[in-house]
């Protein structure tokens, strides 16, 4: 049974960091393109970055600059380092795989920013 379990997210100030891992079991877990999401209150979910079996990496053009997605495949785990946080980052924030036919997702972990 595929699980994808993220962590890492909690209450910040702007300006301050987070980062979040997302810890997979799954085979063959390199072989996988790996999404973080983020969901905010009222607006529908978003790609905020993904990175690629061979570690290219693509991200939202409001987090550019601000947020580094990488992996880990001895730790199965995806990192997203999040720097230079804005109010408009509150959201909760997904992994996702797909996996043809499956799309596996986490459960979500929530980040708040805010003085």
């Known amino acids: 049974q595929v699980q994808l379990v993220e962590s890492g997210g909690g209450l910040v100030q702007p300006g301050g960091s987070l980062r979040l891992s997302c810890a997979a079991s799954?085979?063959?877990?390199?072989?996988?393109?790996v999404v973080w999401h983020r969901q905010a209150p009222g607006r529908e979910r978003e790609l905020v970055a993904d990175?690629?079996?061979?570690?290219?990496?693509n991200y939202a053009e409001s987090v550019k600059g601000r947020f580094t997605i990488s992996r880990d495949n001895a730790k199965n785990t995806v990192y997203l380092q999040m720097n230079s946080l804005k109010p408009e980052d509150t959201a909760v924030y997904y992994c996702?795989?797909?996996?043809?036919?499956?799309?596996?997702w986490g459960q979500g972990t929530q980040v708040t920013v805010s003085s």
């Open positions: 996702h795989i797909y996996r043809w036919p499956n799309n596996y």
């Open positions: 990175i690629t079996s061979d570690g290219g990496t």
């Open positions: 799954i085979s063959r877990f390199g072989v996988n393109r």
